[in-house]
């Protein structure tokens, strides 16, 4: 097996296998891509090899994206290859890189932070899209601070495995190629052992990558980077009257469908600082993320986060905040189009207007993602105060989010035959009763039977989430070397809306055990 970082400096004389191939459809080199932003932006070095690798876990639709066979990760040298082990020297100019950024963590500025632990491999080409791999867990980097530049088998499988579940919920996500871990051990609270998940993405730019070149006032950097996303995923920015300002709008429609989207399947990421949050929209950086079992509106799932800064009602907010550091980033990029005497003066306005639409944005979006959950089939006054009432009355009897949800569809516009399933998960019946009266009298005004209503809400309330105990069985059996549930959880998580009888066991409510779990920001 040879092993080869890019197209321009192992030509396909070299590589025969599958590996080979792939790893000769991986480049740093192509025009356009981050690492053509240079010495700048990012710094290029080999990942530290971690000894005798295995596989835990691969996506053949991951492969499938970037034209990968599915059958990749039974190659020789597969795991050394996405551990970042060379098999041969990696020539200088297409060595991996780590990115710099900044970014606020936790509402205060942290100054420099960067890919500590994360490189880049370079893009694949496949069916008209490009995406970049990543290698997070790969070996120190200019960017570690004090970091070991490692990750855990525990971490790295929860990352996998929400990756792969989120974008088949339908929500736009990093996606992960495979998991591979290693027995060497990585001190945290206590000894784990390493593992590497590849990630991909169309890019990996965050609000912190454009906050850093403000930060140090290096504004040809800035306007670079800024260019660099606009050509490649936002042409249309360029027919604007300021291109940069439509770049940020842009951010702030993503952000804000992006949120809804999460507060709509009970997700919360954990971490929302600045250096977590994609320039595209993508959810970015799983860390302590949990998907909420028993509703509670402020819901923390980081152990860490004693302030509760991110818990999940905070998400729309924060997001709204976190927008306003990427505008503030910006902010030289304003105004080329005005004189000069007024240019910053009309920058911080124009600026304030396009972060204003994340209000006009968000609202609309949870609102229609919340019609869409209840099967409403038409918007009408009073849907809204329906919902809320819902999530209040969940709240109170902290009723299961994922099975309230999908539990609705078997309610029926005519009668309470079909409630029971729902209203099994609240305590108080009878608050319960008073609302199923409200819904019903709501649903007699759409047209839709409760078949085509039950078949449109299974659509989108899953029945199957990455719930804390489900990745954390799989982890179990993983510490054993038994990855076949990191498997089977996967695969039933890309059907999250399929009933899969077969699988009822991963809808069921939280076992006891599950209540003491602890997610913290070790990673
Ligand atoms: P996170 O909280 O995971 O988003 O990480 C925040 C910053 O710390 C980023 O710059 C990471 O690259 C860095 N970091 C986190 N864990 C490690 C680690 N084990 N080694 C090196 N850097 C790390
Ligand atoms: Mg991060």
Known sequence: MTFSPGTAEFPATAASGPLDLVASAISSQRNGAFAQLGSAFLTRLPAAPLPAPYVVGFSAQTAALLGFPATLASEPGFADYFSGNPTREWPAAAL????????HQFGVWAGQLGDGRALGLGEVEHAGARYELQLKGSGRTPYSRMGDGRAVLRSSIREFLCSEAMHHLGIPTTRALCVTGS?????????ETAAVVTRVSPSFVR????EHFYSHDRIDELRALADHIIDRFYPACRDADDPYLALLHEAVLSTADLVAQWQAVGFCHGVMNTDNMSILGLTIDYGPFGFIDGFDANHICNHSDSQGRYAYRMQPQIAYWNLFCLAQGLLP?????????????????????????????FAPALEGRMRDK??????????DALANKLFEIMHANRADFTLTFRHLAQMSKHDARGDAAARDLFLDRAAFDAWANDYRARLSHDARDDTSRALAMNRVNPKFVLRNHLAETAIRHAKEKDFSEVERLAAVLRRPFDEQPEHAAYAALPPDWATSLEVSCSS
């Open 96 to 103: 991996p890189y780590a990115s710099v950024y900044s970014g």
């Open 207 to 210: 609000f912190g990558h454009f």
């Open 333 to 361: 990029l304003f105004g080329a189009r005005y004189e000069e005497s007024k240019r910053s003066e009309r920058a911080v306005e124009d600026a304030q207007r396009v972060l204003e639409g994340f209000k006009a944005r």
């Open 183 to 191: 027995d060497q051990p990585v001190r945290r609270e206590e000894m």
């Open 374 to 383: 209840l099967g409403l089939e038409t918007a009408r006054e009073g849907d």
